[in-house]
């Protein structure tokens, strides 16, 4: 006969039970419920992706994992040099920093042939995908390039203006 204590026991213990002898720090999003309502593993592999908007740019972030290690690839578009015409002095300023930026970031900033400036990295990481793991990356990438995203809003215009999406405020 099955007891209410017998019962609450059941998930607990198959909690108590999973992570038992595993590596401290489970994985983000590696765990599910299964159709008896038992805690489950999802399978090895998790992608994980999702964007947010800082100082008028939308940055996207695209996350692959497994158990042991990651790949997590990090990019954005951070505006587009002015055109000659409409300011010589704004282009050849964007086109500094482009490059100063490029230079200290280690190539991650790059200016493309129709005239984008992006912003991008892509890393490997050989331990389990934790949400400190996720987010000290971003945010290491995010503080880096904050000196140049501050002198490129002088000059070119964010893709996204501050607190407007598609044309909508939000």
């Given at each position: 006969m099955?007891?209410?204590e017998?019962?609450?026991?059941?998930?607990?213990?198959d909690?108590?039970?999973?992570?038992?002898?595993?590596?401290?720090?489970?994985?983000?999003?590696?765990?599910?419920?299964?159709?008896?309502?038992?805690?489950?593993?999802?399978?090895?592999?998790t992608r994980l992706?999702?964007t947010?908007?800082?100082?008028?740019?939308?940055?996207a972030?695209?996350?692959?994992?497994?158990?042991?290690?990651?790949h997590?690839?990090?990019?954005?578009?951070?505006?587009?040099l002015p055109y000659?015409?409409e300011?010589?002095?704004?282009?050849?300023?964007?086109?500094?920093?482009a490059?100063?930026?490029?230079?200290?970031?280690?190539?991650?900033?790059?200016?493309t042939?129709?005239?984008?400036?992006?912003?991008?990295?892509?890393?490997r990481f050989?331990?389990?995908?934790?949400?400190?793991?996720?987010?000290?990356?971003?945010?290491?990438?995010?503080?880096?390039?904050?000196?140049?995203?501050?002198l490129?809003?002088?000059?070119?215009e964010?893709?996204?203006?501050?607190?407007?999406?598609?044309g909508?405020?939000?």
């Open positions: 099955a007891t209410e017998n019962i609450a026991a059941g998930p607990a213990a909690l108590v039970k999973f992570v038992d002898g595993r590596r401290t720090g489970i994985g983000v999003r590696s765990l599910a419920v299964d159709g008896q309502g038992r805690l489950a593993r999802k399978p090895d592999s992706e999702f947010f908007e800082y100082r008028g740019i939308l940055f972030v695209r996350t692959e994992s497994n158990d042991h290690s990651g997590r690839r990090f990019h954005a578009h951070l505006g587009t000659s015409a300011s010589l002095a704004k282009r050849a300023d964007a086109l500094a920093i490059a100063a930026a490029g230079r200290a970031l280690g190539g991650r900033v790059q200016t042939r129709e005239q984008r400036i992006l912003l991008f990295e892509e890393m050989e331990e389990p995908l934790t949400p400190v793991v996720l987010m000290s990356g971003t945010v290491r990438l995010l503080l880096e390039a904050q000196p140049f995203l501050e490129l809003g002088h000059v070119v964010p893709p996204v203006a501050a607190g407007h999406v598609n909508q405020e939000v």
